[in-house]
């Protein structure tokens, strides 16, 4: 491979330099182009071959299903990680030993109680509010009530902005719910490991103990493993484009919840189960279906098909089908949309239209199954996904103030009007 591009424009040759990543990736590096050719920017519209970033935290590998965190595989971190050793090793690059593991979490738990304040914003918002919108407020919110967490020019500041956040993040994903709920608004118990916590806080009833299922537990686990992080996918690259301004990590992190609600985006997974329930109330006639997303005039789509990035398969789609076997199984829940899903991927992984396009299930086709079989609330779902992409979020935000980016400001290509002489409004 060459170490040098060349661009030719109107004759003039232009050399840019080649970057190699370590897996082999290649980019031109164009940083120097606009000033080379005095003015000449490139173009492309919803970054589908621009990199934004150099980082080292999420390898992924669209054609050959390859998922890595900092270089450990997706299917070895869900098998034999917790989700609280896949946050400290997306965050501070490597797995904790013992002693780091239970430093972090006692540091969030010290962290785990928002201003009781925070409550009156929450009761301000309607009961039918999405509990996404909710929780990008309140997250932004939580800045006012702990200022410090922006100024984060040591390694100390940006230590404690991050367990304060891992900390609180939890009490708002549950309090949301609640609220939605008409449950009283309680916190956490620090005796927990984080996802038993998290499960207690959402689903304590105020009159009687909470009792943890272990599958659960599991369950809630793993699939926040999975969607831990997902290198510079929408919500993320949000987070760092925000947090490049050097606005604080709580805001940056509001702006990666608001992208992440989308159901291009986070929000299929509610998307997913819709459709499915929908398909079962209209007769469960998946070929019908199948023929409305293919049709050009039919603005539906098969939420929980197709990637940006994998074309071959999502290896988190893999895992998460089996899990979802495994935890309807164990739970002995027998859920009819288990086999529309099943009978839909299979129609979809044989239709022309989808080979053609190379769309596969993605991380979202299941995952609404087994939240659903969880007990949590459909309009939870793209929420629970939020607090599975919180360290993904938070260590690309560091990895950005470390590496020192400057601000992001794209460039564009200016269509429309040139000069035209003001016109007086009776003119008009
Ligand atoms: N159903 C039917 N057709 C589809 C679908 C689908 N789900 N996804 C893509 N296509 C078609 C699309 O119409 C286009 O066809 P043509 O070439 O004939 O115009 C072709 O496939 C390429 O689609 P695209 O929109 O250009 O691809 P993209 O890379 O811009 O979009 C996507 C990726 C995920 C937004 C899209 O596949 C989609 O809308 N999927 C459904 C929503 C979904 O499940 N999103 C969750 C993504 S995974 C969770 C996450 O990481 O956020």
Known sequence: MSDKATLEINGDKFEFPVKIGSENEVAIDI????????????????????????????????????????????????????????????????????????????DIKSHAVVDDDI??????????????????????????????SVDVNSDEAMYNAIVRILGKFPVLVAWTMRKKHGLP????????????????????????????????????????????DHEQNCSTSTVRITGSSHAGLFVSLAAGISALWGPLHGGANQAVLEMLEAIKEDGGDTKKYMAKAKDKNDPFRLMGFGHRVYKNFDPRAKIIKVAADEVLGDLGVEDPILDIAKGLEKE??????????????????????????????????TVMFALGRLPGWIAQWREMRMRKEPIGRPRQLYIGETYRAFKPIEKR
């Open 31 to 106: 940083k120097a182009l606009r000033g080379a050719t005095n003015g000449v920017i490139t173009i492309d519209p919803g970054y589908k071959n621009t990199g934004s970033c150099e980082s080292a935290i999420t390898f992924l590998d669209g054609e050959k299903g390859i998922l890595r965190y900092r270089g450990y595989s997706i299917e070895e971190l869900a098998e034999k990680a917790d989700f609280l050793e896949v946050a400290y090793l997306l965050i501070f690059g490597e797995l904790p030993n013992k002693e780091e593991l239970d430093k972090f979490h006692s």
């Open 119 to 148: 409550k009156k914003i929450l009761d301000a918002f309607p009961k039918s509010a999405h509990p996404m919108g909710v929780l990008s407020s309140l997250t932004s919110a939580l800045t006012a009530f702990n200022p410090s």
């Open 185 to 228: 608004l309680d916190y956490g118990d620090n005796s927990l490991g984080y996802v038993e916590n998290v499960l207690k806080m959402m689903f304590k009833s105020p009159t009687q103990e909470y009792e943890q299922n272990p599958i659960l537990v599991n369950a809630l686990d793993k699939l926040l493993i999975l969607h831990a």
């Open 348 to 381: 979809a992984l044989e239709d022309q239209y989808f080979v053609d396009r190379k769309l596969y299930p993605n991380v979202d086709f299941y995952s609404g199954i087994i939240y659903r079989a969880m007990g949590i609330p459909v309009e939870m779902f």
